[in-house]
């Protein structure tokens, strides 16, 4: 939604109740896929209007994200990363390179403005990066990954679509999906918990050994 002076809503909110919750947001937890949003967007060389035209999102927002003084939703970084021709999950792993051992506790906040049911498990810039997915979700778009992936249901179902035919899956029930398939999913019951597991998109994977010498 664009307000009277243009500027982007993306949570549906009024830019004073958005700057209230931006305050609290950055009191309460750490702020660090900024940097790595900047680093691509330079990589790239593209200016904030050039990522702004792009996403939807205003400038001064997106200024706000590199320099982090504000944490997008999970929705509004998915734009930023589709606007910068990579993933959320990318954003988010390249957002610290510093770990190499990181205990993930139930409770530990994903780093993003609370999005519900939606937790990184991965933190850092490795090979592996994993989401998991609790509730009534729905992404709401077609995905296509360079790299495998691996859905795995822990508990009630869902729906998934994948090059033309559609799998419902259950509790127990895993889907494998090889680089470059184009697929959506849903969860389809309240309960329901999944476990998404891919290799990295910065990784070029291969599926032939290298050749002798190399």
């Excluded at 506790?105 to 997915?133: I, K, M, N, Y």
């Excluded at 398939?181 to 476990?195: F, N, P, Q, S, Y």
Aim: some cysteine; glycine content about 8%; overall charge neutral.
């Amino acid at each position: 939604m664009n307000d009277k002076d243009g500027k982007v809503d993306t949570d549906g909110k009024d830019e004073k109740d958005k700057d209230k919750d931006k305050d609290k947001d950055s009191k309460d937890q750490p702020l660090r896929v900024g940097v790595a949003v900047r680093k691509r967007r330079r990589a790239l060389q593209l200016t904030l209007a050039a990522v702004s035209a792009r996403s939807g999102l205003s400038v001064p927002f997106l200024s706000q994200i590199e320099n982090e003084r504000a944490r997008p939703s999970m929705r509004s970084l998915e734009r930023v990363a589709d606007a910068l021709g990579t993933t959320a999950v990318e954003l988010l792993a390249a957002s610290d390179t510093a770990r190499t051992v990181d205990l993930v506790r139930a409770g530990d906040d994903s780093g993003l403005t609370p999005v519900p049911g939606v937790r990184p498990l991965v933190r850092g810039h490795h090979q592996l990066h994993a989401l998991e997915f609790t509730g009534d979700q729905d992404a709401g778009r077609e995905y296509q990954h360079r790299n495998d992936e691996l859905m795995y249901v822990v508990a009630g179902a869902c729906q998934v679509e994948a090059e033309g035919r559609a799998y419902r899956l259950e509790s127990g029930d895993a889907l494998f999906l090889s680089g470059g398939v184009r697929h959506r999913w849903r969860a389809v019951t309240e309960d329901t918990r999944i476990l998404v597991v891919a290799v990295g998109e910065h990784i070029h994977a291969t599926s032939e050994p290298p050749s002798p010498g190399r």
